[in-house]
């Protein structure tokens, strides 16, 4: 089973800043099977990106992913008070699906 | 508009049984797999199951594997999770999440879930 380990843990930052979000695979993952979710409190999880770089419909374009192999990123160019909350990555390979432990995003 | 709604979360003792549904709207329901997410309280999101559009395959993470069965029902549009032989770690929301067709194994749509508590 490919082990998701996202870092950090938690990013505190103030709006306006920039936001770079790692998540590392225990082996290499395809680049098409690699997305990232935003969830809120008390809110079901939100795709931002999938294919490791397309953004969903309606994804502000200040989100933006990157990677291949073992190392994906996610940046946010600027923080919008709406970007705090925690992000997963996920992947897909040989019929398992994997979500990384999360990073909080806080102010 | 698609929307997934899940139902049959509750309280129940460790080694019992529970019966989630899910009931979707808004897209060609048989086109697309279907899964269930779950989430530990405070904790990260765990995939649980997906079953194909035709219903014909069925996979599961190791953690429930022999105590879960995934089943779609096509013509009502649902989705169903029957949880056997309960533990405590079984506890948290669960999530029903459609597959995206070109998002690579993404989920782009889900549910806001239903509470599955198993204490005694």
């Known amino acids: 089973e490919i082990v998701l380990t996202q870092s950090p843990g938690t990013l505190s930052l103030s709006p306006g800043e920039r936001a770079t979000l790692s998540c590392r695979a225990s082996q290499s993952v395809s680049s098409s099977y690699l997305a990232w979710y935003q969830q809120k409190p008390g809110q079901a999880p939100r795709l931002f990106i999938y294919?490791?770089?397309i953004r969903a419909t309606g994804i502000p374009d200040r989100f933006s992913g990157s990677g291949s192999g073992t190392d994906f990123t996610l940046t946010i160019s600027r923080l919008e008070p709406e970007d705090f909350a925690v992000y997963y990555c996920q992947q897909y390979g040989s019929s398992r699906w994997t979500f990384g432990q999360g990073t909080k995003v806080e102010i | 508009e698609v929307q997934v709604l899940e139902s049959g979360g509750g309280l129940v003792q460790p080694g019992g049984s529970l019966r989630l549904s899910c009931a979707a709207s808004g897209f060609t329901f048989s086109s697309y797999a279907m899964s269930w997410v779950r989430q530990a309280p405070g904790k990260g999101l765990e995939w649980v199951s997906v079953i194909s559009g035709s219903g014909g395959s069925t996979y599961y993470a190791d953690s429930v594997k022999g105590r879960f069965t995934i089943s779609r029902d096509n013509s009502k549009n649902t989705l169903d999770l029957q949880m056997n032989s309960l533990r405590v770690e079984d506890t948290g929301v669960y999530y029903c999440?459609?597959?995206?067709?070109?998002?690579?194994?993404?989920?782009?749509?889900w549910g806001q879930g239903t509470l599955v508590t198993v204490s005694s």
């Open positions: 999440a459609k597959l995206y067709s070109y998002g690579g194994g993404s989920f782009d749509y």
């Open positions: 294919g490791a770089s």
